[in-house]
C-alpha cells in the first residue's frame, strides 16, 4: 500500500513530504531539546557543568542539587502554598464560574443578556495595576493568601466556554425537569452539571495551570510574608539571584553546598517545578483541545 | 420574538437564578469595576494618607508629563514593536505548523508531534525564559553549535546585545505557544468538507494546489477572528519575559509600559503617573480592537462584534 503510493506520487510530493519531515522533527527537537537537558543539568556535579558541554546525559551523577533545592525552608513553604492555592483555587472557580455560566445560559432569564454583557465587558476594560493594587490594600487581600483565589475566581473567558457548552444542551431536559418541579438549583446540580463534566474539566485544568504558573501576584502582594510565597516565585528569586552574582551565589547557604554551582541548582529547582505538569498534561488533552476549541471558534 | 411579559410569578420562579446573579454582579462590581474607579488617581496628585476623595486634582498634569518623558515615548515603542513582531510571529508560525502537521500521513506521528507541541506552553514564563538563559549562555547549546560549525569565533553574550532583544522574545513567544496555538487551526482544517479535496484531487491538484485553494480558504474564517481577538492584546503582551529576560544592558529596548507603571508606581511609589500609564494602554487597546472589527466588517470577514 505504502509503495503503491510513493510511485504514484509525483517528484514534488516527494520532496514535500520530506522537507515537511524534517521541518517537524527540527520542531521537536527545538522544544524538547532544552527541557531535557535541564533534567541533565539538574543531575550533574555543579562544578562540572560549568566546563559545558552537558546534553541529554549527565557526565557527573549526584543528588546534591535536589538536596540543595529541598533544604531550603522558602522553597518548601512555596510548595505547600503552590498546592493548596492550585486546589482551592480551582474548587472556587469552577463552582462559581459553573454557577455564573448556568445563569446566563438560561433562555428564560430576564436579565441574561445584560449579566452576560456586564461580564463581556470585563475581558476587554480593566483598572490596571496600581487601582487594582490600592483596592486589594483596602480590603486587606494582600499580605494574606486570599489574594491568590479571590480577586481572579471568576474569569470571562472560562465563563463563556462553559456557556458555549450549557447552551449546546438540549433544551427538553430542564424543561421536563421544570414539569417534574425541579426548581433552578436542582436542575444545576442533578441534571446539567453532570453533561457538563468535560468542560468542567476543561476550566479545571485552565485554572489550575494558570494558579501553579503564577507568580507575579505573590511577588506584588504578598513581597512583605515569607509565609505566603509561592514555589514559582521563590524559583524566580533563585534564578534572578543567580543572575545578579554571576555564578558565585550560594543560595544554599549549606556547607555542602560548596560542591554545588548555581546553574545546577537552578536546574533542579526548574524540573522540581516543572515536573508535576509535565506528567499530567499529556493525559488531559482532550480536554484542553475541546476547551481551545470552544473558546475561540464563535459561531 | 415576542416579548414576554414581565410578571411577578415569573420573576418570583426566577429567585434563584435572581439571586444568583446579585451576588455576580456585587462581586463583579468589586472586582472589575471599582479599579477603574482608580482611573480619577491619574488627574489627581494622589497620596496614600489623604485617598481618593482628599487627594489635590492637578488635571492632565501627569499625561503631560509621560508625553514629554522621554523614557515613556521609547516604552511605547518597545511595547508596539515587540507586540506586533510577537503577533506576527506567533501567528504565521502557528499556521504553518498547523498546515504542515495536517499533511503529515501517520496519525501516530501526527499525535506525538502535536503532544510535544503543547508541552511548552503549561511551563510557566519563569522555566521558559530560564531555559532560554541556559541555552543562549556562553556555554549553551546554541553558543556550542555556533562555534562548532564555524560560523562565529567566541561565544556571543545574547542577553547583552540590544539588537538582538526583540528577536529572542519573539522566539521565546514562538517557542512557547506554537502548539498550543495550532489546536484551533488544526480544528479548524478537520471540520473542512473532505469532498472539496477530493474534488480538487480530481482536478489533478497537488498538495500545494490543495493547501492554497482548499485549506487556507477553510480555516480563513478562524484566523480572522482571532486576529481581531488578538490585536487588542498586542500591549498586553509585554510584560512578564521582558521583565524577565531584561537586564541593565539591553533596558532601552527592553523596558515596556507596564514594567514603566510598575517601576513608576509600585517602586517610586507616583500612583498617579503609574495609572496614567495604564489608563493609555487600556485606551489604545481598545481603539485597536474596535478599529480591527471594523476594518473586518468592511471587508466582509467574521468579526466579533
Request: proline letters at 3%.
Amino acid at each position: 500500500m505504502k509503495k503503491l503510493s510513493w510511485t504514484n506520487s509525483s517528484i514534488w510530493d516527494r520532496i514535500f513530504v520530506v522537507c515537511n519531515t524534517i521541518f517537524l522533527v527540527a520542531f521537536v527537537v527545538i522544544t524538547v531539546y532544552p527541557v531535557l537537558n535541564t533534567v541533565a543539568l539538574s543531575f550533574n556535579d555543579g562544578i562540572d557543568a560549568v566546563r559545558g558541554g552537558i546534553h541529554l546525559i549527565p557526565r557527573i551523577f549526584t543528588l546534591q542539587n535536589y538536596r540543595t533545592v529541598f533544604n531550603q525552608k522558602n522553597i518548601i513553604t512555596g510548595a505547600y502554598i503552590t498546592v493548596a492555592r492550585t486546589v482551592i483555587g480551582t474548587i472556587l472557580a469552577l463552582v462559581t464560574n459553573s454557577l455564573l455560566a448556568y445563569v446566563v445560559s438560561r433562555k428564560r432569564f430576564l436579565f441574561r443578556s445584560q449579566l452576560s454583557l456586564f461580564w463581556v465587558v470585563t475581558m476587554y476594560v480593566n483598572g490596571g495595576m496600581i487601582p487594582t493594587l490600592i483596592l486589594y490594600k483596602s480590603l486587606h487581600l494582600t499580605n494574606s493568601f486570599w489574594v491568590y483565589v479571590i480577586p481572579g475566581m471568576i474569569g470571562a473567558f472560562n465563563m463563556l466556554v462553559m456557556r458555549t457548552y450549557m447552551e449546546g444542551l438540549p433544551d427538553g431536559l430542564e424543561e421536563s425537569a421544570q414539569i417534574d418541579g425541579a426548581g433552578d438549583f436542582t436542575i444545576f446540580a442533578r441534571i446539567i452539571s453532570p453533561l457538563c463534566k468535560p468542560v468542567y474539566a476543561t476550566v479545571a485544568l485552565f485554572v489550575a495551570v494558570g494558579q501553579w504558573n503564577s507568580w507575579f501576584d505573590a511577588m506584588l502582594y504578598n513581597r512583605m510574608s515569607s509565609e505566603y510565597t509561592t514555589l514559582q516565585y521563590e524559583l524566580m528569586k533563585l534564578l534572578s539571584s543567580v543572575m545578579q552574582t554571576g555564578g558565585s551565589a550560594n543560595p544554599g547557604g549549606t556547607s555542602a553546598a560548596t560542591a554545588v554551582t548555581p546553574v545546577t541548582v537552578r536546574a533542579a529547582a526548574t524540573v522540581a517545578t516543572m515536573l508535576p505538569i509535565i506528567c499530567l498534561y499529556p493525559f488531559l488533552q482532550r480536554y484542553f483541545v475541546t476547551g481551545m476549541t470552544i473558546g475561540s471558534v464563535k459561531e | 420574538m415576542k416579548a414576554r411579559r414581565i410578571t411577578w410569578k415569573e420573576i418570583k420562579r426566577q429567585k434563584f437564578l435572581m439571586l444568583c446573579t446579585l451576588c455576580f454582579v456585587i462581586y463583579g462590581i468589586l472586582f472589575y469595576y471599582v479599579p477603574l474607579g482608580g482611573w480619577i488617581m491619574a488627574f489627581q496628585n494622589y497620596k496614600p494618607k489623604d485617598g481618593l476623595i482628599g487627594s489635590q486634582f492637578v488635571g492632565l498634569e501627569k499625561f503631560k508629563f509621560l508625553f514629554s518623558d522621554a523614557t515613556f515615548l521609547r516604552v511605547i515603542r518597545n511595547t508596539l514593536a515587540m507586540g506586533v513582531l510577537n503577533l506576527v510571529c506567533t501567528f504565521v508560525m502557528a499556521i504553518v505548523f498547523a498546515i504542515l502537521l495536517n499533511e503529515v500521513r501517520s496519525n501516530l506521528g501526527k499525535k506525538a508531534v502535536q503532544t510535544i507541541s503543547y508541552l511548552p506552553h503549561f511551563l510557566s514564563w519563569i522555566i521558559v525564559t530560564g531555559i532560554l538563559q541556559d541555552a543562549l549562555s556562553s556555554t549553551g547549546i546554541v553558543n556550542e553549535l555556533l562555534v562548532n560549525w564555524g560560523l562565529v569565533k567566541g561565544p556571543i553574550s545574547f542577553f547583552s546585545i540590544p539588537k538582538l532583544f526583540w528577536p529572542i522574545v519573539a522566539f521565546a513567544n514562538v517557542w512557547k505557544e506554537t502548539g498550543w496555538n495550532a489546536i484551533v487551526y488544526l480544528a479548524a482544517i478537520t471540520s473542512i468538507d473532505p469532498s472539496l479535496y477530493e474534488a480538487a484531487t480530481i482536478d489533478g491538484a497537488g498538495r500545494w494546489a490543495k493547501i492554497k485553494n482548499v485549506t487556507i480558504p477553510g480555516i480563513k474564517p478562524t484566523i480572522m477572528i482571532l486576529l481581531i481577538m488578538n490585536i487588542g492584546n498586542v500591549l498586553n503582551a509585554g510584560f512578564e519575559v521582558q521583565y524577565l529576560l531584561g537586564n541593565g544592558l539591553v533596558k532601552p529596548v527592553a523596558d515596556t509600559i507596564d514594567i514603566y507603571t510598575l517601576t513608576w508606581g509600585i517602586s517610586q511609589n507616583d500612583y498617579s503617573l503609574g495609572t496614567a500609564a495604564g489608563i493609555f494602554k487600556s485606551v489604545v487597546a481598545i481603539i485597536l480592537i474596535v478599529a480591527a472589527n471594523q476594518f473586518a466588517k468592511k471587508t466582509g470577514e467574521q468579526r466579533l462584534f
